[in-house]
């Protein structure tokens, strides 16, 4: 609800009076007012509401009205605007921070989501659990499995069943901000520490199960997903240490750092990309004693309401000439080879999006067990009471 | 005939009263027992809820300890914090202010209603972070002064949040307020000062009790201002909740938890009346 709101604000306040201000002295349209602004795109979703205005629906056997389940900065609107113009359905979009908070709204129930967006270590527990269907390939013609790279789809695909096709993969690596920070951060060793001395009262870490307790488990030179008590007591004993110098708990971070308020922060490729493209003094950095390697899926809960629209949407976004623009507004990598072939040469050659295989090695896939562990849930819990 | 009559009154009765009784039955009354048998279960290996009958979850409680005292503490702080506040104001708007303008200035104590307290918690995000008000302070040589993310932003953001449900109770105790009794300690020789010790300030206190009530329960479920304000890294009772729905998904724990602090709620709140309604009638035994 509350990030919902802010990163699903087609536009900033300050932005909105500007466009306002242009449009009173009559050098923009109403048009152009009613476009860049997004009220446009809200009255005519509006209009569409059923029951509220009487319009005829149009596009019957696609309704209307969809919802997607997604994260902070992942999409680019102008895909949505572009597929409600296509097809007359409005995309309602619900942003989250954590898998384990999808989990839990879809395990709760009456979400009314058509389409979201996992990541693979959290499939086979939504199969296993029946919260999602096996694709109906035969609906996604734009999907092409051989031009996917196998690492990264692989577990979209349980025994042998695709359950899930992947939206892109991307690291958690660390954002310095090097204007402020002078100490070099090559590690998630280095990140505990800095955190405690150069970055005192300026870092955060993600309010995230996997990533923070994860990375504070490689710090100390353990594997990204142990469940192992006593491994997990260390960290546990780091975070602890850490929290009193942290500036905030939060997987929402892109404002932070742009506002300089915090210097440095667990990241996520894309977020990498987009600080890095308008900040250039915030580098993005992959821990070189390991962390986090992920793809993200699209999939379909079967408790969806509108399946014929989630699959429209998941197709078009499958589509390769709309699938770059979404990896060139997000900034996270490709698994697909047509995609690949589409973007430009100054993404493909971004060392952040498409670091090299030798930086990649040490990462790890999150596991299964990692979701559903009590003892990583209750350590979590621990942390931010502390 | 004069049955027939009860059995009238008795049907406007219920009519009065089922709109409310449906409600509450089916959004309150039902959750809660459903909450209740939650309480005593075990949470699904991946998360939810399995049927059992077991306590572990209330011997689970300690875990958690630190976030009721967080929480225990902060309520009756931001409370008090809040009266220190908003006696003055009260004490202007329904005693010296002038009663021309007194309906005007009593809505402007209730205008910031109009806009959701989520919208303007964020705005005091903007506020203390380093653009705001650290900014300013930066221009006349005060730097690296840190406000967003602390515990006193959480405090500041409660006060300004919960201010005007202060307000309101102590204005209408007031307002309320027989200024023959003020005219007659004067007559009396009382200085002002003790005219309002020993007038003023007992008669309003049952709007102080009630204000202080409405605040301390309101806070004991504080969620939001903590999460904005404090950065995640200060952490009640709320925050505990949500995280456990939320994140882990341990359904019967977060029951337990929840069930413990409507417990504490209904020991709070029946105190706090006790006190209050101690004081006040003792009070009016002095004055008649």
């Avoid at chain 1, 997903?225 to 007591?233: D, I, T």
């Avoid at chain 2, 995000?125 to 005060?142: A, D, F, K």
């Amino acid at each position: 609800m509350t990030k919902w709101y802010r990163d699903n604000a087609p536009i900033t306040a300050d932005r909105l009076a500007d466009e306002l201000m242009r449009l009173k002295r009559g050098s923009v349209t109403r048009r152009h007012f009613l476009g860049v602004t997004g009220l446009g795109l809200a009255t005519a979703v509006l209009a569409r509401q059923p029951g509220l205005f009487n319009s005829t629906a149009f596009a019957e056997e696609l309704g209307t009205q969809m919802s997607i389940a997604t994260w902070p900065n992942y999409h680019d609107p102008a895909t949505f605007e572009a597929f409600t113009a296509a097809t007359g359905v409005a995309v309602e979009v619900n942003v989250f921070g954590s898998n384990e908070e999808m989990l839990a709204k879809l395990q709760a129930g009456g979400t009314g989501w058509d389409l979201f967006v996992p990541t693979n270590y959290t499939i086979s527990t939504y199969v296993k659990l029946g919260l999602i269907d096996e694709l109906d390939m035969a609906k996604l013609p734009k999907y092409d499995a051989s031009t996917e790279n196998p690492r990264f789809t692989n577990e979209g695909i349980v025994d042998g069943k695709t359950y899930a096709v992947p939206k892109n993969w991307g690291t958690t690596g660390i954002a310095v901000n090097s204007s402020k920070i002078k100490t070099p951060v090559a590690s998630w060793k280095d990140f505990f520490e800095v955190a405690m001395t150069e970055a005192d009262g300026r870092t955060m870490v993600h309010d995230y199960q996997l990533t923070t307790i994860g990375n504070a488990l490689v710090s100390l030179g353990f594997s990204f997903n142990s469940v192992k008590p006593e491994e997990l007591a260390k960290a546990e004993e780091l975070l602890i240490k850490v929290k009193p110098h942290l500036y905030a708990i939060n997987s929402d971070y892109q404002p932070a750092m742009r506002a300089t308020d915090a210097w440095m922060t667990m990241c996520w490729t894309n977020d990498g990309a987009q600080l890095n493209r308008d900040m250039p003094e915030i580098k993005f950095v992959l821990g070189k004693d390991g962390g986090e390697i992920w793809s993200d899926f699209y999939a379909i809960p079967n408790s969806a309401a509108n399946k014929a629209a989630g699959y429209a949407l998941l197709n078009y976004l499958m589509a390769p000439e709309n699938a770059v623009k979404e990896h060139i507004a997000n900034g996270a990598p490709t698994t697909d080879s047509r995609v690949m072939k589409l973007l430009p040469a100054e993404v493909t050659s971004n060392k952040i999006v498409y670091p090299d295989e030798a930086a990649l090695t040490p990462l790890e896939f999150g596991a299964a067990v990692t979701l559903t562990d009590p003892g990583r849930a209750e350590l979590m819990a621990r942390f931010k009471a502390a | 005939m004069r049955a027939a009559m009860n059995t009238k009154r008795n049907l406007v009765t219920a009519a009065l009263v089922a709109p409310a009784a449906a409600w509450l039955t089916v959004f309150l009354v039902l959750p809660f027992i459903a909450m209740l048998v939650f309480a005593f279960g075990e949470r699904a290996p991946e998360g939810g809820y399995q049927v059992a009958f077991t306590f572990a979850q209330f011997a689970n409680l300690p875990t958690r300890a630190a976030a009721f005292w967080n929480t225990l503490l902060l309520a009756p702080t931001g409370a008090l914090l809040c009266l220190i506040v908003a006696y003055p104001v009260a004490y202007y708007l329904a005693v010296k202010a002038n009663p021309r303008y007194r309906l005007i200035l009593v809505s402007l104590v209730v205008v910031p209603f109009w806009t959701s307290l989520l919208v303007r918690t964020y705005a005091w995000m903007y506020i203390l972070g380093s653009r705001g008000i650290p900014n300013l302070l930066s221009m006349i040589g005060i730097e690296d002064v840190r406000m967003l993310n602390t515990p006193g932003a959480v405090l500041l953001g409660i006060v300004y949040g919960y201010l005007p449900l202060m307000i309101m109770p102590i204005y209408v105790s007031l307002e309320r307020l027989d200024r023959r009794l003020l005219e007659a300690s004067a007559d009396l020789g009382a200085k002002p000062v003790s005219t309002f010790f020993g007038v003023t300030l007992p008669l309003s206190l049952p709007g102080v009790m009630t204000g202080v009530a409405l605040v301390t329960i309101l806070l004991l479920g504080e969620y939001l201002i903590p999460q904005l304000l404090g950065g995640g890294k200060v952490f009640f009772i709320g925050n505990a909740l949500v995280d456990l729905f939320l994140q882990s998904r341990n359904w019967p724990f977060g029951s337990a938890i929840a069930v413990t602090l409507v417990a504490v709620v209904v020991v709070v709140l029946m105190v706090a009346m006790r006190i209050a309604w101690r004081v006040a009638g003792t009070r009016q035994v002095d004055l008649v």
